[in-house]
């Protein structure tokens, strides 16, 4: 499932749901890898660009490689964004 594609300039990849380690739902770019916390920080662009060693995405949160999965519409639900356009992947 994929919600809108990546507003930056130099991407085209699709925004998609991610759980992150200890269960945090998080949205992430599925080709550059930038990370917003909320829907709503997509519109302001208030993303991180994680990255090695410790992928930190803040508040002791990381994506690092092994220890996040793609979300499911029950992972969306229970973060409470259900209700937002979610699409099928291609």
Do not use: N, Y
């Amino acid at each position: 499932m994929w919600l809108v594609e990546c507003p930056s300039f130099w991407d085209q990849g699709l925004i998609r749901p991610l759980v992150v380690e200890g269960g945090k739902v998080v949205l992430m770019c599925d080709s550059c890898a930038a990370v917003w916390h909320t829907p709503a920080d997509i519109e302001e662009f208030e993303h991180v660009e994680p990255c090695e060693p410790d992928w930190s995405i803040g508040a002791g949160a990381h994506v690092r490689p092994g220890t996040v999965r793609w979300a499911e519409p029950e992972d969306v639900s229970s973060a409470g964004w259900g209700s937002l356009a979610w699409r099928e992947l291609p």
